[in-house]
């Protein structure tokens, strides 16, 4: 395969550099512009762990929606060895609802239900170099797009609640996580595969302001069914999947989160960073300077070697 000439690696340099240059100099200046405050008309989920029965027909419905929805390239279930479940243990590149049991002791257990958070201030849009993770400000929905991404899972390490998964057995992987049916049952029905298919009413879908209504109802009609806190009301800054259990959420599996949410951080320091773009100019400046010097040196031994083999 013949080496790209001089003028194709500079023209190749300098429009990979404006693209991102452009990209996050705007992303971060919007975001550090706009500050963070919490829309409580955005959709989301209520999941109430102490009606949830463990039934996965939530995790079915939610393969059997999406599964035949081209971006998103779900596999067939993996059952266990008598073929007769499908049981994934954890959140994968097939599976992005999960339900899993925990117990506390013989007499005290709870079933919980993992899936993307979609955060009021997600951390995994804010890092994303490409603008593959969106938010959109209407709905609220996190969102992903595969011809966009560029596979560095940078995603995957914002996340404060490890959502966001790789395809590792695929040729053409992606990232995969849930969108609230944004482009299948919602469109099609106006509610998610799991809320509309959970037999014991334990996933409610509604807008946010509406499922923390209701979950300040059910804390304050049954105050000992449940404990006294909301998970996602406050955490990382709010989140539209929010949570009611009668255990501890971080035995739950659910991490303990300040209310702050970390994308504000970083997109403070990326707005100061950007301002001007005169550290990226600098970056790629240094880095075609780097470039043009070891390709100088390298074709002057090419020369060399091209007249001693003359001699």
């Not at 609230?180 to 595969?193: P, Q």
């Not at 780097?290 to 100088?296: E, F, G, L, R, S």
């Amino acid at each position: 395969m013949a080496k790209p000439s001089r003028r194709q690696f500079l023209k190749l340099m300098g429009a990979t550099g404006a693209a991102l240059l452009v990209g996050r100099g705007a992303r971060g200046t919007a975001g550090a512009s706009e500050g963070h405050q919490v829309n409580n008309d955005t959709i989301g989920m209520l999941y109430d762990a102490t009606k949830c029965v463990g039934c996965k027909a939530c995790m079915s419905a939610c393969k059997r929606v999406n599964s035949d929805y081209g971006s998103l390239a779900f596999e067939k279930a993996k059952f266990d060895s008598d073929g007769l479940w499908d049981a994934p243990q954890d959140l994968s590149g097939s599976t992005r609802t999960l339900i899993k049991l925990f117990k506390e002791s013989d007499k005290k257990w709870s079933y919980v239900k993992y899936s993307c958070m979609h955060c009021q201030k997600p951390s995994c849009v804010s890092v994303c170099p490409v603008s593959a993770m969106t938010r959109d400000p209407l709905t609220g929905t996190v969102d992903y797009n595969k011809n966009t991404c560029i596979g560095c899972r940078y995603c995957q390490v914002a996340c404060a609640f490890n959502i966001p998964k790789f395809q590792w057995d695929k040729a053409i992987p992606q990232i995969v996580k849930c969108d609230l049916c944004k482009n299948t049952n919602l469109v099609k029905k106006g509610i998610t595969a799991c809320a509309e298919t959970c037999p014991t009413g334990a996933i409610m879908f509604g807008k946010r302001k509406e499922l923390l209504a209701e979950a300040k109802t059910r804390l304050k009609n049954d105050p000992d069914r449940y404990m006294d806190h909301i998970y996602g009301e406050k955490e990382v800054g709010g989140t539209n999947h929010l949570y009611l259990a009668a255990m501890p959420f971080n035995k739950l599996g659910l991490p303990v989160l300040k209310d702050e949410a970390p994308a504000e951080f970083s997109e403070k320091i990326q707005h100061t960073i950007y301002k001007g773009f005169i550290a990226p100019v600098a970056l790629y400046g240094t880095l075609c300077f780097v470039a043009i010097k070891n390709m100088k040196k390298e074709q002057a031994a090419e020369g060399k070697d091209h007249k001693e083999g003359h001699k």
